[in-house]
T-cell receptor, first 112, second 113 residues
């Protein structure tokens, strides 16, 4: 059974710092990995999708990498801003199914 | 930009009552999903739906739950007899093919009293 773990659970940084959020998954047989942002009490906004054949994806100040063989992904946020404060969720779709399996998330707080 | 919409945004119901949560997926999408998130917990998969039938369902999706695409635009989740533990945020999502990017709606907060 696929399990997704995110470390750290919470992170506080001053504005302007570069930071890395970590995601690991137990079964490397995945179709893709998706990173989401969730603001308190709100829905999920898709940030980046990495297909299983890809190593990384970039969007603006965000860069996500995927190492399928080791079951790891990282989300790199450059020059963090207070508006980046949110919970970041990692989720994978296993080759055996259609469902996104989520981690518990990393709650990021960026102070000005 | 097209988006997934959900109604209502918040529903309060009494234990034992039936509820129907509604979703309008993005118009050219073919795969539809329901997830739920109990307060403070992970987002959990409930069911996926393609070509008018369930593709996959989780252990949570028991006989109390059902899904339907009653017309060309709506996708619904029905809970027949709600329990206190059904209180959660319910998210609808849609995607083009399975295994590709899923787009989520804003959610319906269900409170069972």
């Amino acid at each position: 059974k696929q399990e997704v773990t995110q470390i750290p659970a919470a992170l506080s940084v001053p504005e302007g710092e570069n930071l890395v959020l970590n995601c690991s998954f137990t079964d490397s047989a995945i179709y893709n990995l998706q990173w989401f942002r969730q603001d308190p009490g709100k829905g999920l906004t898709s940030l980046l999708l990495i297909q299983s054949s890809q190593r990384e994806q970039t969007s603006g100040r965000l860069n996500a990498s995927l190492d399928k063989s080791s079951g790891r992904s990282t989300l790199y946020i450059a020059a963090s801003q207070p508006g980046d404060s949110a919970t970041y969720l990692c989720a994978v779709v296993s080759q055996a199914g259609t469902a996104l399996i989520f981690g518990k998330g990393t709650t990021l707080s960026v102070s000005s | 930009e097209p988006e997934v919409t959900q109604t209502p945004s918040h529903q309060v119901t009494q234990m034992g009552q039936e509820v129907i949560l509604r979703c309008v997926p993005i118009s050219n999408h073919l795969y539809f999903y329901w997830y739920r998130q109990i307060l403070g917990q992970k987002v959990e998969f409930l069911v996926s739906f393609y070509n008018n039938e369930i593709s996959e369902k989780s252990e949570i999706f028991d006989d109390q739950f059902s899904v339907e695409r009653p017309d060309g635009s709506n996708f619904t989740l029905k809970i027949r007899s709600t329990k206190l533990e059904d209180s959660a945020m319910y998210f609808c999502a849609s995607g083009v093919p399975s295994g590709y990017e899923q787009y989520f709606g804003p959610g319906t907060r269900l409170t069972v009293t």
